[in-house]
């Protein structure tokens, strides 16, 4: 039960931040500009989050595919961590929240498969 109370808050607040991603909304772009990085990335960090996203929920079915999709949101989430070092930003309460969920998802899917 616990896993799939954790992977389903993980799978929604991934799928969030991918929607907010593929609209183009304003905070993904201020994120991006305050990284220094290109808004063309937009749709790929977006369609990377919606993938890892499907892939939680895909391994509700298939443990195998909740464990990598899990693991890949973890890195990704490290990415972004590097992204933030980089330029020197300390705002890291955003990415604390989705790196948590993506962690405890992989711990739980590891846990289940």
Do not use: C, E, N
Not at 32 to 43: F, G, I, N, V, Y
Not at 88 to 111: E, H, I, M, N, P
């Amino acid at each position: 039960m616990v896993h799939v109370a954790v992977t389903v808050v993980a799978a929604l607040f991934t799928a969030i931040a991918a929607v907010t991603y593929l609209i183009g909304h304003d905070y993904p772009k201020a994120q991006l500009d305050m990284k220094r990085l290109p808004h063309s990335w937009m749709p790929v960090l977006g369609a990377l989050l919606g993938a890892g996203a499907l892939g939680l929920l895909a391994g509700l079915v298939v443990p195998l595919l909740g464990v990598l999709a899990a693991a890949g949101l973890v890195l990704y989430f490290a990415g972004a961590l590097v992204a933030h070092l980089r330029v020197g930003s300390r705002k890291l309460t955003g990415w604390a929240v989705f790196s948590v969920t993506a962690v405890a998802a992989l711990v739980v899917a590891v846990g289940h498969y």
